[in-house]
């Protein structure tokens, strides 16, 4: 119940194009769902969050789609740039997992010019 | 600021040595992590500090044993690593509780020959 799965593994995008990552979850209790990024040989860094309360958060071409009843959310990059190419971690919290946030295996995204 | 610093950037040690890694935040933070990371994979939790106070280990080995100084500082004790324990070995801090964003460093490599 305290898992978070995310897919895909690895994802290769155009430049210009849309890339789309998917977390799901089980546990109802979770209530914070941060989107890491994390590039070779950095620490993560917090990307964009949501709370189960709003549908969809946008920060600039990122935006996060959220679905409570199916316990699915999403990251879409608009535009993706060959910066963009990094490791992205969903991730969540929630009152039963103390201090843990519950991470997604990770998702590769590469960029092609 | 949302600058955790961390020292060593990269660590090379023997089996016997005795080494310490530090972390180091301004931001006011009350809740410090260490985390371990190993290639492809999802950071893992290892201690938690509130207020100064170890509150979460995460059935560490006590070969690690982690110190909090004070509440800008975080340390780890590394004494008889083993081959395995290689990783990057992340710090993050958060205002105080498990619904604040953590904020991490950009870690220590260390590699235990």
């Known amino acids: 119940q305290q898992q978070v799965k995310q897919s895909p593994q690895s994802l290769i995008v155009q430049k210009g194009g849309i890339s789309i990552i998917n977390c799901a979850y089980e546990n109802t209790a979770f209530d914070y769902f941060p989107w890491y990024q994390q590039f070779p040989g950095k620490g993560p860094a917090l990307l964009i969050a949501?709370?189960?309360d709003v549908s969809e958060k946008k920060e600039g071409r990122f935006t996060i789609s959220f679905n409570k009843s199916a316990k699915q959310f999403s990251l879409h990059i608009m535009d993706s740039q060959p910066g963009d190419s990094a490791t992205y971690f969903c991730a969540a919290y929630g009152r039963d997992s103390n201090y843990q946030l519950i991470w997604g295996a990770g998702t590769k995204l590469i960029i092609k010019p | 600021d949302t600058e955790v610093t961390q020292t060593p950037k990269h660590l090379v040690m023997g089996m016997t040595n005795k080494k310490s890694l530090k972390c180091e935040q301004h931001?006011?933070?009350?809740?410090m992590y260490w985390y371990k990371q190993k290639a492809k994979k999802p950071p893992e939790l290892m201690f938690v500090?509130?207020?100064?106070?170890?509150?979460i280990n995460e059935s560490v080995p006590s070969r690690f044993s982690p110190e909090c100084p004070n509440s800008s500082l975080l340390n780890l004790h590394l004494h008889a690593l083993q081959p395995e324990d290689s990783a990057l070995y992340l710090c993050?801090?958060?205002?105080?509780?498990?619904?604040?964003?953590?904020?991490f460093g950009p870690g220590t490599r260390l590699t235990v020959l």
């Open positions: 931001m006011g933070h009350r809740a």
């Open positions: 993050a801090s958060s205002q105080v509780t498990y619904q604040d964003t953590q904020y």
């Open positions: 500090y509130s207020y100064e106070k170890l509150s």
């Open positions: 949501i709370r189960p």
